[in-house]
């Protein structure tokens, strides 16, 4: 099988995310996201089931080397999880204190 960050379409539970054409959809829906919102659910996903800390979001969506001291990140994952996990469906995007979100389906 391919490896993970070569496959063109991922999923967890109903959430697919098409590398390729850049589109979003958890079950029947699409959902629209921006570009940078696209970066943090495909690194999520890339890494289903492992926790991405803060640090490895600024470095690699951001391209910061260092935390420039905002919620930028919170900010962006609040307003994923807005759209993903609307509608009463079950949440897939989970913070783990003090380390950082997983992608899951508990």
Sequence with gaps: PPLRDEQP???VADL?????????????????L?????EILEL????????????MLLEQVWSFHFDPGTNI????ISRIR???DRGGDRPLIH????????????
């Design 9 to 11: 379409v991922l999923s």
């Design 16 to 32: 697919q995310l098409d590398r390729l054409r850049r589109q979003v959809r958890r079950g029947e829906d699409a959902v629209e």
């Design 34 to 38: 921006q570009p940078r919102e696209f």
């Design 44 to 55: 999520l996903m890339l890494n289903a089931g492992r926790v991405v800390t803060r640090t």
């Design 73 to 76: 990140v919170e900010t962006h």
């Design 82 to 84: 807005g759209k993903i």
């Design 95 to 106: 913070t783990v204190r003090g380390a950082g979100y997983v992608v899951r389906a508990d």
